[in-house]
């Protein structure tokens, strides 16, 4: 029987636990490196489109992913004095593709993904960082805090301030600031029914997503108001 071949994964979000456990269900033998010293509740609810709900499905949790999601009958864009700018009734998309727009918290999906891989995969409070790339014949080099480590496949999902990024396109400008600041958090839900979506006022916006255990997510992104100076 042929071994494992080695691959790393830089950064345990929700993209990079999905890669993990789609290499060690392909044969894969994985390790995950995540600075943060453990996979802490970070964020608020997060929409899953009926496209990566099937995503979750290949990954083995799509259907846990749906029985903890709230479904979401419809919503659109208002005003900020409440008027209704645009409406979408999403149950025309599950109609359509058989399946809804869920929400759900992002750390209970973290939990669930990082929960489905093996005993020891994944190693917090490591920070690494690509110092060779590799080639067809030679593996690549993971430099972290417990030392160095090698990998025939690398996957890159060390977040906006990626140091990957930077090892291997040192001339790239990397993220520049786009002037907007966005909030969230989670709040008790009120008692009447909040619709999924957005509210636009000016220079700033507000959007919720209920989630299913009676709390709304909000998310609100502002941008400075520019001022004339003589």
Do not use: C, K
Not at 195 to 218: C, I
Request: aromatic share 4%; hydrophobic share 40%.
């Amino acid at each position: 029987m042929a071994a494992r071949r080695p691959a790393a994964v830089i950064g345990a979000g929700i993209g990079g636990l999905s890669a993990a456990l789609a290499l060690h269900q392909h044969g894969w033998e994985v390790t995950v490196f995540e600075r943060a010293a453990a996979l802490e509740a970070v964020g608020s609810g997060l929409g899953v489109a009926p496209n990566a709900l099937r995503a979750l499905d290949v990954l083995g949790v799509g259907n846990e992913v749906r029985t903890m999601a709230a479904r979401q009958g419809g919503g659109g864009l208002r005003s900020a004095s409440g008027r209704w700018l645009a409406r979408t009734d999403l149950a025309r998309i599950e109609q359509a593709f058989d399946d809804p727009v869920a929400v759900v918290p992002r750390p209970s999906l973290i939990g669930l993904l990082a929960d489905r891989l093996p005993s020891g995969v994944l190693r917090t409070s490591t920070p690494a960082r690509v110092v060779d790339a590799g080639s067809e014949e030679q593996p690549a080099r993971i430099r972290t805090g417990a030392g160095e480590f090698e990998a025939d496949l690398v996957v890159s999902a060390d977040g906006i301030h990626s140091a990957t990024r930077a090892a291997l396109f040192p001339r790239h400008p990397g993220p520049r600031y786009s002037g907007f600041t966005a909030w969230r958090t989670v709040v008790p839900s009120p008692t009447q029914p909040v619709p999924f979506g957005e509210t636009w006022g000016r220079g700033a916006l507000v959007g919720v997503a209920p989630l299913p255990d009676r709390r709304l997510p909000l998310r609100r992104r502002t941008r400075p108001r520019r001022t004339d100076r003589a």
